[in-house]
């Protein structure tokens, strides 16, 4: 089992990106984003479940994020707008087997596989 993510960059205050996880070897229940700054401690941004595609986001983020699943592709997107510099971080991708709760959806504990990270560096 592989994630693969991928998307990172250097975008202007107000800008956009657009965060891909690419999944190999299986499918997962819940797949999410988290993000963790050099120092500080990982903090979860954004989930999806796969049996309602019902979405899960930190309320720093509600409204300027929206993370997406392409079954198809076995990919799950991040789209990033409205960019803010403390939104500079190391995003990684993160994978479940399990229909997760929102409250363990949140936990990175939760997840049984990870990508590795992609930078995202917002300039003010």
């Known amino acids: 089992v592989q994630l693969q993510a991928s998307g990172g960059g250097l975008v202007q205050a107000g800008g956009s990106l657009r965060l891909s996880c690419a999944a190999s070897?299986?499918?997962?229940?819940?797949s999410g984003w988290f993000r963790q700054v050099s120092g500080k401690e990982r903090e979860f941004v954004a989930a999806?479940?796969?049996?309602?595609?019902?979405?899960f986001y930190r309320n720093a983020v509600k409204g300027r994020f929206t993370i997406s699943r392409d079954r198809a592709k076995n990919t799950v997107y991040l789209q990033m707008n409205s960019l803010k510099p403390e939104d500079t971080a190391v995003y990684y991708c993160?994978?479940?087997?399990?229909?997760?709760?929102?409250?363990?959806?949140?936990?990175?504990?939760?997840?049984?596989?990870w990508g590795q990270g992609t930078q995202v560096t917002v300039s003010s």
């Open positions: 993160a994978a479940s087997p399990l229909n997760m709760i929102t409250s363990q959806a949140r936990l990175g504990d939760s997840y049984d596989y």
């Open positions: 999806i479940r796969r049996t309602d595609n019902n979405a």
């Open positions: 070897g299986r499918t997962f229940g819940t």
